[in-house]
């Protein structure tokens, strides 16, 4: 089993930054690609970003290309997601995802943090 925890979120004004981390616990992470999806008040569970094992590739929404970064530290455990300029329309709460096929769709992934909120405001 795998747990995740992410951490970071907050209250930000419109074009500063935030990086969020996701520790994860309980089991090996060797394999596993990891990602962020986000939730916003009264809409569906959307991707975000995706990073594989390795972190030889990457994959973002379109919506956020250019301006956030997933990284990861294998040897950590850690994951995370570097947010820049940041966007009202970004707000949401941000879950990240784990799962042994790339996490670009969340029938890919295993497992779930519990989420942070993030809060943009204009």
Do not use: H
């Not at 094992?53 to 956020?64: K, N």
């Not at 250019?66 to 970004?90: C, V, W």
């Not at 769709?105 to 204009?122: A, P």
């Amino acid at each position: 089993q795998v747990q995740l925890v992410e951490s970071g979120g907050g209250l930000v004004q419109a074009g500063g930054s935030l990086r969020l981390s996701c520790s994860a616990s309980g089991r090996t992470m060797n394999y596993y690609s990891m990602g962020w999806f986000r939730q916003a008040p009264g809409k569906e569970r959307e991707f975000v970003a995706a990073i594989t094992w390795s972190g030889d590739f990457t994959s973002y929404a379109d919506s956020v290309k250019g301006r956030f970064t997933i990284s990861r530290d294998n040897a950590k455990n850690m994951a995370y997601l570097q947010m820049n300029s940041l966007k009202p329309e970004d707000t949401a709460i941000y879950y990240c995802a784990a799962g042994r096929l790339l996490v670009w769709r969340m029938r890919e992934c295993d497992y779930w943090g519990q989420g942070t909120q993030v809060t943009v405001s204009s």
